[in-house]
């Protein structure tokens, strides 16, 4: 056993250690063999060499990744830890500005942060049609409406055009209170979220009134034709095979669509097969369509959503 001094001479301990150590426990947790004594800039690290040269690798490697992001959140480091060496290396060369989709509020960054998000980024300059299919947190919705907010942006379509099954797969909004937005609001709520960190508020509600963004659930769309639009079916896995393909028919000239969905999250009935699930098998050899299958690598959310995503995973398997 030898022991190390590593001192953090370029970034405030408290970036890497968490308010109360939450994220040195976090790192703790990765390397059970070794004893790590946090004091102010000093980490005092007894164990094996070879194992302390590999959380003096991992140290570097956080570093770094808060020197390029400016922040290191526990999610984060999780990530960071999980992989192996040759993806944290691809992980902390691909973080730069070549990432960034858009400048939101604030000056917020908005930028792909995992490799499927990245082959989003760049399979929608190639493809008019994207399907992402994959677990809850995985960024697909917030990746898909940066997309498009930066489409509007750049001139490259007309109108936004946001849609998803309401109320579960059937749309029965009647019995809910209100008149027809305060019905749906509810169920479009992430979607505003996700444009609220993009957009102006006084800007937002402008491009909604000129229904320059549209959001509108998926029975909205029959009978029409979307052109000169980006257009983003969310949670479309609870779409039915013949809503699935009243959407799909509705691409017109210069239209971008992303498809969004995860196939272990589906509320249709049990006598009907989900609609994406249809799509993506007939359509995934079809030239100018992509199908990315994002997993719980590309899981951005709370630490705990990973885990969660592996556990029901794993139970699934076993029945």
């Known amino acids: 056993m030898i022991e190390k001094i590593i001192t953090l001479d370029s970034v405030e301990p408290v970036e890497i250690y968490g308010v109360n150590d939450l994220k040195l426990n976090v790192i703790k947790k990765y390397f059970p063999k070794l004893k790590i004594i946090a004091r102010g800039y000093s980490i005092k690290v007894l164990g094996d ?11 570097s490697m956080m570093v770094e990744y808060y020197h390029k992001n400016g922040l290191l959140t ?18 902390k060369e691909e973080a730069t500005g070549s990432d960034i989709i858009l400048f939101g509020n604030s000056g917020l960054v908005i930028k792909a942060r995992t490799d499927n998000q990245r082959k989003m980024m760049q399979s929608v300059g190639k493809n008019d049609m994207i399907f992402a299919v994959g677990p ?21 379509v007309k109108r936004i055009i946001l849609t998803r099954p309401a109320v579960e797969a059937g749309e029965n909004l009647g019995f809910l209170p209100g008149d027809l937005k305060e019905k749906l609001d509810p169920y479009m709520q992430p979607l505003y979220d996700a444009l609220h960190d993009m957009i102006p ?4 509600n402008q491009y909604i009134e000129a229904k320059i963004i549209q959001i509108a659930p998926l029975a909205f769309m029959r009978g029409r034709t979307l052109d000169n639009a980006f257009v983003i079916l969310d949670e479309a896995q609870n779409t039915t ?6 959407f799909l028919t509705r691409m017109g000239a210069n239209a971008k669509f992303i498809i969004n969905g995860d196939m272990t999250q589906i509320d249709l009935p049990r ?3 989900s609609g994406l699930a249809q799509a993506v098998r007939l359509l995934k050899k079809t030239e100018g ?19 969660i995503i592996e556990k029901y995973e794993g139970d699934a398997i076993r029945k």
């Open 74 to 91: 526990d999610t984060v480091i999780e990530r960071l830890l999980g992989q192996t060496g040759d993806n944290l290396l691809h992980e």
């Open 289 to 307: 369509i992509e199908i990315i299958e994002l997993t719980t690598v590309d899981v951005i959310r709370h630490r705990l959503v990973k885990a």
């Open 136 to 156: 809850a947190g995985t960024g697909k919705t917030y990746t898909a409406v940066a997309l498009a907010v930066r489409a509007l942006k750049n001139k490259e």
């Open 201 to 204: 508020i006084d800007k937002l």
């Open 49 to 59: 060499e070879a194992e302390i040269a590999n959380f003096e690798k991992k140290l």
């Open 241 to 246: 095979e013949s809503q699935m393909k009243m």
């Open 271 to 273: 006598n009907q097969t």
